[in-house]
Every structure is written in C-alpha cells, then in structure tokens.
C-alpha cells in the first residue's frame, strides 16, 4: 500500500440518516486518500457513527470502543489509528465519551462532520483530541458538494432535517436540532448527479420529511417554499430517477397536496411509513403526538382513498409510562384497523433529559416484554398475509443485485419486499416485471416475465 492510501473504517448504528451522513463522510474524506476498509483492524480511522435513541444504542457505542482498543495498541507503531465518534451519541454525551473513553481521539456531531478534514489534522497536530457538536446544518451542506461515490441503483438523499416536535420520548430534536430543509435547487443536483451515477430509485429523508419545506428553485413561480409533495413531483421529471420514496412522516406534517401526489405520481411508490407510536389518546397526549388515533386513521383512508394498492407500515412502543391494559389493547385495535404491510415494535426505554424520563407511573419491565411479544405476533401474521396476497400478482421490481443462489437477481418490489428470481445478469439496475409466486415473513419469489424496463 502507498503512503498516500489510508484505510477508513466506518460503523453505522441507527436511522437511515445515519446510513446517509457515513456515506457523506467517506466522500468528504476520499479527497485525502481515505478508502473505505471492511474491518476496523490496521484501519488509519475508524469512525463510529452512533444512535442515541434507545438505552441499548447508546451503550453498544462503548463496548466497541473497548474492543477497538486493542486494535489502536496493536497499531501504534504503525502510523497509529484515529478514533471518532459521531452521529447522536456525540451530540448527545461529547464531553463525556471523550473523559470515560480516552481512547477515542475525536467526537464530531451530525451537522459538524463536513468538518473531519480539519479536525483529523487537529488530533494529529496537537496529538490530542478535537470535538465539534455545533449546529451548522447549512454550512454543511454547502460544504458537502455533489460529487458521492455511489455504489449501487438506490441511494439516500436527505432532505430535511432535525425535529421541533418534542415527542416526550424521544431524544432525536436535541441530537439533530430544529426543523430545516434544504433548498430544492441543491436536493436537485445532488439528485441529477445520482442519476448520472446509474441511480434509478431515491429515498428522500428527514427526521420529519414531510414537514420539508424548501426555498422554492430559482425561477420559479411560487413565492413561498416548497411543500415535500412538489419536490417529489419535481424530482419526478430527472430522466433515469424511476422510483422515490421518502421516510420518516409524522402525522401532523401530513397534506392534501402529499396525499395527492401518490394518486398523481407513478414514480411515487405505493409504500409509506408513518409511525403513530401508540393507540390511545391517554398515551398519545402523554406522548405529545399532537394527534388522536381516530385522526391518525382518517390519514391513512385518505391515502387509501388515493391510492388503493398502497401498504402502510408503522412505529410502535410499548410500555410508555402509564400505559394500562385497557391502553394497550387500543394498540392492539389500532394494528388490526390499519392493517400493517410491516411495522417496527419497541419497549420504551427511558432517555435522559426527556420528559417521559421523569414521569412517575414507568411500567414494569416484564410488562413491556408480554405486551411487546403480543403486539409482535399481531404485526407478525399482517407481514405474513401481506406478502402472501402478492401471490399471483405480477409486480415490478427493480434488480439489485446478484442473489445467494446460481442465476437468481435480488431486487425489490414497490413496497421494499426482497425478491429472488432467477434472471440474467444483464437486469442489474434496470425493472423487469416480476410474477409473484411464493411469500415468507421476508422475501418474495417469483417469474421474471418481461425483462421490458415498466415505468412502475
Ligand atoms: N422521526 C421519526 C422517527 C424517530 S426514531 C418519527 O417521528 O416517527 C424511530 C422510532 O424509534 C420512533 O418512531 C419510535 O417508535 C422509536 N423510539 C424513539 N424513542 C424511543 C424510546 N425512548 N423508546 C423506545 N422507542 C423509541
Ligand atoms: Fe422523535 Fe417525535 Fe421528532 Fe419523531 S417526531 S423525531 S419521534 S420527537
Ligand atoms: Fe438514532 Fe440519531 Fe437516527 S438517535 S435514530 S441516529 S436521528
């Protein structure tokens, strides 16, 4: 290996935010020889980029910094190993990594690591150690550029970012800061040069995507900013752009003009996540949800109503304080009236600094786990039946890549599902229509029968 190469290391852990600023990482340090290594071991940098949001996500965050400590020995008459920490954890608890780890060199926050080239060379000039959890959410983007290295047909784009909704469980408006879209002009070259790149399928993110609210294209007739439902269609007209998908939506941030861009936008998959978190008012209100169960459910016939081949898929958590049997069983109902294509189920877990931390009434733990299991054997047989109902159907998929078995493509359906069918190479990034022919909790299979790219 020359000098000039370095070996990068990067951990993701969390949303697919996170999974979005790793790869922005990789591209602002690939400018000073970092190429990205598959094992921290002889790594010249090894970043952990962390989640906060749950008591079990934070604490992996030290574990894997005990065992990258032998590895930063083993490597130190070897030009040593610079050890970051990123993403929520650091924005959270900075200060603190850096006193109860000293093996860590630096902790950059979510919207400061545009900064890493300056901060790297900071640790190494000083041979101490850097922090920067600033909140510079516009000079980072600037600063970010274009030019990703893309590996594959579908990429994260992020949109918009930071909370200002203040669920009292949840930790996310102090780690990512307020609510900010970027503006639309910037999204659409970020998207045009993804497209270039051979991206067919986009996934706009945002912690609360669809309260995106971009400065409108210069140009353009509208003299306010743009809502997420005319960027969708925008993003739409960029030749190669197939599919769009964008997550995650809170029911507050939901409009017409978005509901209607699913029954007005073919490249608008027919999939959407929208967590409500729980099916009781009591527990809503003490969530600070800022919506009721029955509102939550009007959305979701509306959006039904657009779009009848839509599949929902959800959030839930269990055992926030106060819940009650009774309230519990308004989860169960709430699961069975949507009816879930797939959903996520948690126990609540306490965050420090949250409202929900504090409260009096915490429910038992061994609670939380019988009514985590229930919910899960509920949202389980939805998952099931949903994918068998794709028996016989004949859905487009967009091939991925390779499968695990000789001949056989893995792509995705409209709605996420992992698909195997046997294919020739040659569809690797490209939609062929598929014939669905076996279901399992996880997968679909199927027969390719035309191999014509379908406008899905
Ligand atoms: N912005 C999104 C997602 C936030 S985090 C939203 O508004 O839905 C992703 C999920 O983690 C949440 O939807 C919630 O279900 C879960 N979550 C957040 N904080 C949690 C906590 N303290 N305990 C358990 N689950 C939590
Ligand atoms: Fe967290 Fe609620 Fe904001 Fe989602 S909307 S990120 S759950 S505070
Ligand atoms: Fe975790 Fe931060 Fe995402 S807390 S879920 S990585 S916004």
């Known amino acids: ?75 130190a008459d070897e030009g040593g190993m610079t050890i970051a920490v990123a993403g929520c954890v650091a924005q959270a608890e900075g200060a603190e990594i850096m006193k109860r780890a000293p093996v860590v060199d630096l902790v950059v926050g979510p919207q400061t690591y545009h900064k890493l080239p300056e901060l790297i060379a900071k640790t190494h000039r000083a041979r101490g150690e850097a922090l920067d959890t600033e ?145 009781s008012d009591k527990i809503l209100k003490a969530m600070n949800r800022q919506h009721t169960a029955e509102e939550y459910l009007a959305i979701i016939e509306r959006l039904r109503a657009a779009r009848p081949d839509i599949a929902i898929s959800g959030d839930m958590i269990v055992g926030f304080p106060g819940e009650t049997d009774k309230d519990f069983e308004a989860t169960m109902q709430l699961v069975r009236d949507v009816n879930y294509a797939s959903c996520f189920s948690f126990k609540y877990s306490k965050r420090p600094g949250t409202p929900g931390a504090a409260m009096f009434n915490q429910v038992a733990e061994e609670l939380k786990t019988e009514r985590l299991l229930a919910l899960q054997a509920l949202l389980n047989e939805q998952q099931v039946a949903f994918n068998e109902s794709q028996i016989g159907r004949t859905l487009p998929v967009l091939f991925e890549r390779v ?8 792509g995705r359906s409209p709605y996420l599902q992992a698909v195997h069918v046997e294919a020739p190479a040659d569809m690797i990034g490209k939609i062929g229509n598929v014939r669905i022919e076996g279901a399992s909790r996880n997968a679909l299979s199927g027969i390719l029968v035309t191999s014509e790219q379908s406008a899905a």
Request: aromatic residues 8%.
């Open 403 to 410: 499968g695990r078995l000789d001949g056989q493509l893995h």
């Open 135 to 279: 909140f510079e959410v516009e000079d980072k983007f600037d600063q970010l550029g274009n030019d990703r290295q893309v590996d594959g047909y579908t990429a994260f784009v992020t949109v918009q970012e930071g909370c200002d909704k203040f669920c009292t469980f949840c930790v996310v408006p102090y780690t990512r800061g307020a609510e900010w879209s970027r503006p639309v002009d910037q999204i659409v070259a970020e998207v045009r040069a993804l497209a270039a790149k051979g991206v067919r399928e986009v996934t706009l993110l945002g912690q609360n995507v669809n309260a995106f609210h971009g400065e409108a294209p210069a140009g353009s007739e509208a003299d306010g900013p743009w809502g997420l439902g005319q960027l969708v269609r925008h993003l739409a007209l960029i030749g190669g752009i197939e599919r769009i998908r964008f997550t995650t939506s809170h029911p507050r941030d939901m409009d017409d003009d978005l509901i209607n861009a699913f029954a007005d936008t073919p490249k608008l998959m027919p999939y959407f996540h929208l967590p409500v978190q729980a099916g």
């Open 1 to 75: 290996m020359s000098d000039a190469r370095k070996r990068l290391f990067i951990k993701t852990y969390g949303c697919q935010m996170n999974v979005y600023d790793s790869e922005r990482m990789k591209d602002v340090l690939h400018p000073l020889g970092y190429e990205p290594a598959e094992q921290p071991d002889g790594a010249d940098l090894v970043i952990l980029n962390t989640c906060h949001i749950r008591e079990k996500a934070a604490e992996k965050v030290y574990s894997e910094l005990g065992r990258l400590r032998p590895l930063k020995e083993a490597k």
